[in-house]
């Protein structure tokens, strides 16, 4: 298939990828959507609702019967997106009871550790920082002389533009290797049936980054995380094998 093929003319967004769901999700997406995680080939990868899920689990396959009830329909990338991401609020409110508890607690830990890693290298107050998505590292520096490294792995990013979270494992721009532990978060967010932790990008603000961020540390068991701030938005990332220059 040609790219031209893979576009449609979307009402809301212009000229975009073309994305199917079934036709429940379509007009409900505030439910759980049944897909495959993003790849770079597949970043809007078929999606379904749990009746149809359901209706394939007893089939074992999709064919004509349980097929028919699918009725897939056409969306935009964006218009995916969007959908997809607002299944994140309704579902966690389902399961408030046990992840505002799982939240408070990461917050303190990730707070513990953050008071700790300022007292031993004084993270905030060295003259400039630069990380390197290459060597997985950050190194904080002063006068163009290296003080503290650490090794780094992305948690995600806020967009301050579309307001909304990104999971580093979604996010094709990023060098596969900067996020190799994350999947692990996704992983527990499967079993305790946290959508935050599993759907790839979703409203929210700088405070869900530092919520997603503190819950990743205390999954990886990481040292300790930092932000830094971009044009569009924040990179938040969790940081390991904290060690003077020199
Ligand atoms: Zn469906
Ligand atoms: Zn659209």
């Known amino acids: 298939m040609s790219d031209s093929e893979n576009k449609i003319e979307c009402p809301t967004h212009g000229e975009a990828n073309r994305?199917?769901?079934?036709?429940?999700?379509?007009?409900?997406?505030?439910?759980?959507?049944?897909?495959?995680?993003?790849?770079?080939?597949?970043?809007?990868?078929?999606?379904?609702?749990?009746?149809?899920?359901?209706?394939?689990?007893?089939?074992?396959?999709w064919n004509e019967q349980n097929s028919q009830n699918l009725n897939l329909k056409i969306l935009c990338h964006n218009?995916?997106?969007?959908?997809?991401?607002?299944?994140?609020?309704?579902?966690?409110?389902?399961?408030?009871?046990?992840?505002?508890?799982?939240?408070?607690?990461?917050?303190?830990?990730?707070?513990?550790k953050l008071d700790h890693l300022k007292e031993q290298y004084e993270l905030s107050e060295h003259e400039r920082w630069d990380w390197s998505q290459e060597t997985g590292e950050i190194v904080f520096s002063n006068a163009g002389v290296p003080a503290v490294i650490a090794r780094i792995q992305f948690v995600g990013s806020i967009s301050t533009v579309s307001n909304t979270w990104l999971w580093s494992w979604s996010n094709s721009n990023l060098n596969p290797n900067i996020s190799l532990d994350l999947p692990a978060v996704r992983t527990f967010g499967e079993t305790e049936d946290f959508a935050a932790l599993t759907v790839p990008r979703w409203p929210a603000d700088e405070v869900d980054g530092w919520e997603m961020t503190a819950i990743a540390a205390k999954v990886l068991n990481a040292q300790g995380a930092y932000r830094t701030p971009g044009e569009t938005g924040f990179t938040y990332m969790l940081l390991d094998d904290v060690r003077r220059a020199q």
């Open 19 to 61: 994305a199917f769901v079934c036709n429940h999700l379509a007009g409900d997406p505030r439910q759980r959507w049944y897909c495959n995680y993003p790849t770079k080939d597949d970043p809007w990868p078929d999606a379904w609702c749990g009746a149809c899920e359901q209706a394939f689990q007893e089939q074992g396959e």
């Open 79 to 112: 218009c995916y997106d969007n959908k997809k991401g607002s299944s994140v609020a309704p579902l966690m409110e389902a399961r408030s009871a046990s992840w505002l508890p799982l939240v408070s607690n990461a917050n303190s830990e990730l707070q513990a």
